[in-house]
């Protein structure tokens, strides 16, 4: 799959219709895109009645567009008092609109101004591959797919229970209304699924009933007389109940995202960690991978990064009080060689320019507005995350929903009746539920020997320098080591990354070598500073041998783990968790179903 995307190519036609150049139609119909927005695809699927009392409720729609359908949904689901608990809206668009393309054509709608305006703003870059974006505290969840549905449909893991099949007409964009299209909807839909569309072309109409679905013909809207509505040939069921309690072990970045995003779905979660009190360094830096080969990695570190500057954006502007900074980071080349090929690579992956683009040696001076000897990438997007206050703001969002057991040691878990149980040296249960995540590091694989799960300990220690006016540096420096500022001021630099090493103690000799990796990328930065007069932090990283985060089920029913960040625990912990939240309430996946298995714990198994 290639990095980007392309974007659509848009006009607007004598009736101010928006016009795609690429495929020759309208994106919607001249008499009105909200109207037949609600009367088509709202009313063709029984809504908003049929998402009444619901947990959840999932749409799918065949063809983003300009996103009418979404704001006519987010729309109906605020003006119903017996709204769901969410709504997954899910999407596909092989060519998404520009930003100020969409900007342009939303601008008109002063009805829904205030969402068109909140989705402009979260709109994501032209990235292929899955983007879930939250609105409305996570009552209205946008999971848009960019790319061909004919690549991404097959990837996605979802119960859906309407369908809005609002593509291009068949003859301008045959693809996504083909036989192979539909009988990907079969697989997703959910007992008594519904759907609706505004064409009635007879291949549609074949390919939909071979599939499985009931179809008949209805009103149409506006000029068109007729449209098409149709059912899921499995009758609905009774939704099933879930028992919404859990135990996380392990309060650190994994644990602490797991408990919030369960907590934010109305989970009872207990915290447990043998720690009397959280320990991290004092900030982190957030950005993507990327190399030659765009391996796996970098595929599932793209999802992650956009997802995390959206999770770390709302816990900041929902008065949560995080302190973070998307101030871009400038990662440098180790030498000639090195820059080279981080050129190869972002010429070749053709990376959109606000996720990376590289940048010669004076472009790299100006932008961290000091010498530095090598060329590299600009992540404008790149970002510092006071851990301190992420932990703070991420259990302040859930409040009660989180109890936290500090001070006490799990020694082993057990299995009683439904129940897992984390029980102390004593053998007395810490914390019981039907629920277990294991997000204690590289500890997870003592308590869970049979899951096999391949994770190792590597010390890691992180230098604090005080702020100098000489020291000023609004950006992040990363390549040997980095840079990061700090929210009261001065520097940290890390970090050491040392195996078979379990001192906890901040050691000046760490400290010298911290420094000494400062100066190859900002020489002159350290100057005057002595290790001796320092303050640090030390901490263990939990590495995984294919370097991919530890997100999912284990093959013991009710077990999870969520563990292996390595070095990166701000980019996987937040898609990480909700990937896990996810799984366990039945909702759509954020992730394809290949990358989802490329972090499950299972992979040990094989």
Same mark, same amino acid.
């Given at each position: 799959?290639?990095?980007?995307?392309?974007?659509?190519?848009?006009?607007?036609?004598?009736?101010?219709?928006?016009?795609?150049?690429?495929?020759?139609?309208?994106?919607?119909?001249?008499?009105?895109?909200?109207?037949?927005?609600?009367?088509?695809?709202?009313?063709?699927?029984?809504?908003?009645?049929?998402?009444?009392?619901?947990?959840?409720?999932?749409?799918?729609?065949?063809?983003?567009?300009?996103?009418?359908?979404?704001?006519?949904?987010?729309?109906?689901?605020?003006?119903?008092?017996?709204?769901?608990?969410?709504?997954?809206?899910?999407?596909?668009?092989?060519?998404?609109?520009?930003?100020?393309?969409?900007?342009?054509?939303?601008?008109?709608?002063?009805?829904?101004?205030?969402?068109?305006?909140?989705?402009?703003?979260?709109?994501?870059?032209?990235?292929?591959?899955?983007?879930?974006?939250?609105?409305?505290?996570?009552?209205?969840?946008?999971?848009?797919?960019?790319?061909?549905?004919?690549?991404?449909?097959?990837?996605?893991?979802?119960?859906?229970?309407?369908?809005?099949?609002?593509?291009?007409?068949?003859?301008?964009?045959?693809?996504?209304?083909?036989?192979?299209?539909?009988?990907?909807?079969?697989?997703?839909?959910?007992?008594?699924?519904?759907?609706?569309?505004?064409?009635?072309?007879?291949?549609?109409?074949?390919?939909?009933?071979?599939?499985?679905?009931?179809?008949?013909?209805?009103?149409?809207?506006?000029?068109?007389?007729?449209?098409?509505?149709?059912?899921?040939?499995?009758?609905?069921?009774?939704?099933?109940?879930?028992?919404?309690?859990?135990?996380?072990?392990?309060?650190?970045?994994?644990?602490?995202?797991?408990?919030?995003?369960?907590?934010?779905?109305?989970?009872?979660?207990?915290?447990?960690?043998? =720690?009397?009190?959280?320990? *991290? @360094?004092? /900030?982190?830096?957030?950005? &993507?991978?990327?190399? +030659?080969?765009? %391996?796996?990695? #970098?595929?599932?570190?793209?999802?992650?990064?956009?997802?995390?500057?959206?999770?770390?954006?709302?816990?900041?502007?929902?008065?949560?009080?995080?302190?973070?900074?998307?101030?871009?980071?400038?990662?440098?080349?180790?030498?000639?060689?090195?820059?080279?090929?981080?050129?190869?690579?972002?010429?070749?992956?053709?990376?959109?320019?606000?996720?990376?683009?590289?940048?010669?040696?004076?472009?790299?001076?100006?932008?961290?507005?000091?010498?530095?000897?090598?060329?590299?990438?600009?992540?404008?997007?790149?970002?510092?995350?006071?851990?301190?206050?992420?932990?703070?703001?991420?259990?302040?969002?859930?409040?009660?929903?989180?109890?936290?057991?500090?001070?006490?040691?799990?020694?082993?878990?057990?299995?009683?009746?439904?129940?897992? =149980?984390?029980?102390?040296? *004593? @053998?007395? /249960?810490?914390?019981?539920? &039907?629920?277990?995540? +294991?997000?204690? %590091?590289?500890? #997870?694989?003592?308590?869970?020997?049979?899951?096999?799960?391949?994770?190792?300990?590597?010390?890691?220690?992180?230098?604090?320098?005080?702020?100098?006016?000489?020291?000023?540096?609004?950006?992040?420096?990363?390549?040997?080591?980095?840079?990061?500022?700090?929210?009261?001021?001065?520097?940290?630099?890390?970090?050491?990354?040392?195996?078979?090493?379990?001192?906890?103690?901040?050691?000046?000799?760490?400290?010298?070598?911290?420094?000494?990796?400062?100066?190859?990328?900002?020489?002159?930065?350290?100057?005057?500073?002595?290790?001796?007069?320092?303050?640090?932090?030390?901490?263990?990283?939990?590495?995984?041998?294919?370097?991919?985060?530890?997100?999912?089920?284990?093959?013991?029913?009710?077990?999870?783990?969520?563990?292996?960040?390595?070095?990166?625990?701000?980019?996987?912990?937040?898609?990480?968790?909700?990937?896990?939240?996810?799984? +366990?309430?039945?909702?759509?996946?954020?992730?394809?179903?290949?990358?989802?298995?490329?972090?499950?714990?299972?992979?040990?198994?094989?």
């Amino acid at each position: 799959m290639p990095v980007s995307v392309p974007n659509a190519r848009i006009t607007f036609t004598v009736h101010g219709a928006p016009y795609s150049e690429a495929v020759g139609d309208v994106y919607h119909s001249v008499a009105g895109g909200l109207e037949q927005a609600r009367q088509v695809f709202l009313a063709g699927n029984g809504l908003p009645e049929r998402w009444r009392g619901r947990d959840s409720f999932v749409i799918l729609e065949t063809g983003f567009g300009t996103g009418l359908n979404f704001l006519a949904t987010w729309d109906a689901m605020r003006a119903d008092p017996q709204r769901p608990k969410r709504v997954h809206f899910v999407s596909v668009e092989r060519e998404p609109l520009a930003r100020e393309d969409l900007r342009r054509v939303l601008e008109p709608l002063t009805e829904v101004a205030p969402l068109a305006h909140a989705l402009i703003e979260a709109w994501p870059p032209p990235v292929a591959g899955f983007h879930r974006i939250h609105f409305d505290n996570g009552q209205v969840i946008l999971t848009l797919l960019q790319g061909d549905a004919i690549a991404l449909l097959p990837q996605l893991v979802a119960q859906v229970d309407a369908f809005f099949l609002d593509g291009f007409t068949p003859a301008r964009n045959p693809a996504i209304w083909s036989p192979e299209v539909v009988r990907e909807l079969a697989r997703l839909a959910a007992p008594g699924a519904t759907l609706s569309t505004w064409t009635v072309a007879g291949g549609v109409r074949g390919a939909l009933t071979d599939a499985g679905f009931l179809v008949e013909k209805r009103a149409g809207f506006a000029f068109k007389r007729e449209s098409l509505g149709g059912t899921w040939h499995v009758p609905a069921q009774a939704p099933s109940s879930i028992a919404r309690r859990a135990v996380v072990i392990g309060a650190g970045l994994a644990g602490t995202a797991c408990a919030e995003r369960l907590g934010v779905r109305g989970w009872d979660v207990a915290l447990v960690d043998g =720690r009397d009190a959280g320990s *991290s @360094g004092a /900030v982190g830096l957030v950005r &993507p991978i990327a190399n +030659l080969r765009d %391996a796996t990695n #970098a595929q599932l570190s793209r999802s992650a990064f956009l997802y995390a500057l959206q999770h770390y954006g709302t816990l900041q502007t929902d008065g949560y009080h995080l302190q973070w900074d998307r101030c871009g980071v400038l990662q440098l080349a180790g030498d000639d060689d090195e820059a080279r090929r981080f050129a190869a690579i972002a010429q070749s992956q053709h990376y959109p320019l606000e996720l990376l683009t590289f940048v010669g040696r004076d472009r790299a001076c100006e932008i961290a507005g000091r010498d530095v000897p090598q060329p590299g990438w600009w992540f404008p997007r790149g970002s510092w995350v006071s851990l301190p206050s992420l932990a703070i703001a991420a259990l302040a969002r859930v409040g009660p929903r989180v109890t936290k057991s500090l001070g006490r040691r799990v020694e082993r878990i057990e299995r009683e009746g439904a129940a897992w =149980r984390a029980l102390d040296a *004593s @053998g007395r /249960v810490i914390a019981e539920a &039907p629920v277990m995540i +294991l997000a204690n %590091a590289a500890d #997870a694989k003592r308590l869970a020997p049979d899951a096999r799960l391949s994770l190792s300990s590597v010390r890691g220690q992180l230098t604090y320098v005080p702020a100098d006016p000489s020291r000023s540096l609004g950006v992040i420096v990363s390549g040997n080591g980095y840079v990061a500022p700090l929210p009261d001021g001065g520097h940290c630099v890390g970090a050491t990354y040392q195996h078979d090493d379990a001192d906890v103690s901040v050691r000046a000799s760490d400290h010298r070598h911290n420094l000494d990796r400062a100066e190859t990328m900002l020489p002159g930065f350290t100057a005057g500073v002595h290790p001796m007069n320092l303050a640090g932090w030390t901490g263990f990283r939990a590495t995984v041998p294919d370097r991919l985060p530890i997100f999912g089920a284990c093959a013991a029913p009710g077990l999870y783990a969520a563990t292996g960040l390595g070095s990166r625990g701000l980019l996987w912990s937040p898609l990480g968790a909700e990937l896990l939240a996810s799984m +366990l309430e039945g909702e759509p996946l954020p992730l394809p179903r290949d990358l989802a298995g490329a972090i499950s714990p299972r992979r040990f198994l094989s």
